[in-house]
Nanobody, 126 residues
Framework: QVQLVESGGGSVQAGGSLTLSCAAS????????LGWFRQAPGKEREGVAH????????LYADSVKGRFTISRDNAKNTVYLQMNSLKPEDTAMYYC???????????????????WGQGTQVTVSS
């Protein structure tokens, strides 16, 4: 049974930083791709970052490129999202996603990921 548990969310002022963690069980972080999504109130869930299997190559949404970094710790079976220079528009519930299938859509399409965590709230004040 795959389980993803996010942590690290919180409230910060604009310009601040947060690091989100996604601890996986029943799923190998090292040999699979994983992603981070976010959903703001009244908006659709959107892909933020995606790290490919067996490496460090990553993809980012244009809105976070240069500010967010996705990484993995294989020993801890955990994926991270380092978020710097946070903006009020980054405020959202952030979700970890796994089980990506390219035949089901692009990396930033929620429909293409099979497994989801419960989410962690990030609030950025101006």
């Amino acid at each position: 049974q795959v389980q993803l548990v996010e942590s690290g969310g919180g409230s910060v002022q604009a310009g601040g930083s947060l690091t989100l963690s996604c601890a996986a069980s029943g799923y190998s972080v090292s040999s699979n791709s994983l992603g981070w999504f976010r959903q703001a109130p009244g908006k659709e869930r959107e892909g933020v970052a995606h790290i490919v299997a067996f490496g460090a190559y990553a993809l980012y949404a244009d809105s976070v490129k240069g500010r967010f970094t996705i990484s993995r710790d294989n020993a801890k079976n955990t994926v991270y999202l380092q978020m710097n220079s946070l903006k009020p528009e980054d405020t959202a519930m952030y979700y970890c996603a796994a089980g990506y299938s390219a035949t089901s859509g692009t990396w930033y399409s929620p429909a293409a990921s099979r497994y989801w965590g419960q989410g962690t709230q990030v609030t950025v004040s101006s």
